[in-house]
């Protein structure tokens, strides 16, 4: 597996690759198992062939009106456990108005030079959609390249389609358990620079770090959840507040506001992640900030009870 960061391209800066690429299609929104099986198998042609494995996806995509799950960023990092080696970015609006085949002809044949390409069935692509599956695998098979269209990947004793649908869906009943799930073990997260707040949760004793969300960043139901932070090589574990604050602050924007337990280091300024594991409760304005305080600490008992059953034990 490639340890190694997948490079992130824009169209205007991707390479010529003589030897050419395997092409993953689709957005990949939450990277669901459905996801994984036909980036995997990309990465895995890519490795047999001699060839460079590229994840295509889009900026500014039309149906994510509500955020996206995954920044660009957290994508590519998500991306580089799968051992891909880059990760072409489209302007949604710059492509959506051109024609199917001027698609294939100008990004996957001239631009990508891709030598085997992998997509859902439900796949869509050119102005108003007007591409799909059957034309991709005409077109490949007509341009001499290997192709491989994935049928729909069914999940539960009901079989529902595996879709980033599904996945929006169980964020916002803030069931991150649920997310998990869907993506084979990969937590719904937040990254991000911490930055400082009005500090009451150190008065309180409580100290706190804090991390906005991106506007463009899919918003989970607003509540406290038990999470896991990652600083640099270290993984901590403590409670975390996505919301806006109503008792002490009410924020305009959604603050990512995290107890660390064992940890009592000023880290202002620095690149942390945030995986949401477990809900424990929603967000709620209280009375006073005594009534507040006593809540925390219950929230603190609750995850650290939730965090032993995963058979991890904390001091305090």
């Known amino acids: 597996m490639n340890s190694d960061l997948t490079t992130v391209y824009y169209l205007d800066t991707l390479p010529y690759l003589?030897?050419?690429?395997?092409?993953?299609?689709?957005?990949?929104?939450?990277i669901h198992m459905g996801h994984k099986e036909i980036i995997r198998k990309t990465v895995k042609t890519a490795v047999l062939q001699g060839l460079t494995s590229t994840v295509l996806t889009f900026s500014n995509f039309g149906k994510c009106g509500n955020g996206l799950i995954q920044t660009v960023e957290e994508k590519r990092e998500a991306l580089s456990l799968l051992g891909v080696n880059e990760l072409l970015v489209l302007d949604f609006n710059a492509v959506k108005d051109m024609p199917a085949e001027w698609f294939l002809d100008e990004i996957i044949n001239m631009k990508l030079t891709s030598c085997a390409l992998f997509a859902g069935k439900d796949y869509r692509f050119g102005k108003d959609a007007g591409g799909d599956s059957k034309l991709l695998k005409e077109y490949a098979e007509g341009h001499g390249m290997d192709v491989e269209i994935f049928d729909d990947r069914l999940y539960g004793e009901e079989g529902r389609r595996l879709s980033s649908t599904w996945l929006r869906e169980a964020l916002a009943e803030g069931d991150v358990s649920l997310y998990s799930e869907l993506t084979g073990g990969s937590a719904f997260l937040y990254s991000g620079m911490v930055i400082h707040g009005k500090e009451l949760g150190r008065t309180l004793g409580f100290p706190t770090v804090n991390i906005e969300v991106p506007e463009n960043k899919f918003k989970v139901r607003r509540g406290v959840y038990v999470s896991r932070v990652t600083l640099g090589g270290r993984k901590l574990y403590g409670v975390t507040n996505v919301g806006r604050r109503p008792t002490v602050e009410d924020t305009n924007g959604d603050i990512v506001e995290t107890f660390i337990f064992d940890f009592d280091e000023i880290i202002y300024g620095a690149r942390i992640k945030v995986e949401l594991l477990d809900f424990i409760r929603p967000e709620r304005k209280f009375a006073s900030v005594d009534e507040l305080s006593s809540q925390v600490?219950?929230?603190?008992?609750?995850?650290?009870?939730?965090?032993?059953?995963?058979?991890?034990?904390?001091?305090?």
């Not at 003589?18 to 939450?30: C, E, I, Y």
């Open 18 to 30: 003589h030897k050419g690429r395997a092409v993953a299609l689709g957005f990949f929104d939450g």
């Open 297 to 316: 600490a219950e929230d603190k008992e609750t995850a650290k009870t939730r965090l032993a059953k995963r058979g991890i034990i904390l001091g305090v």
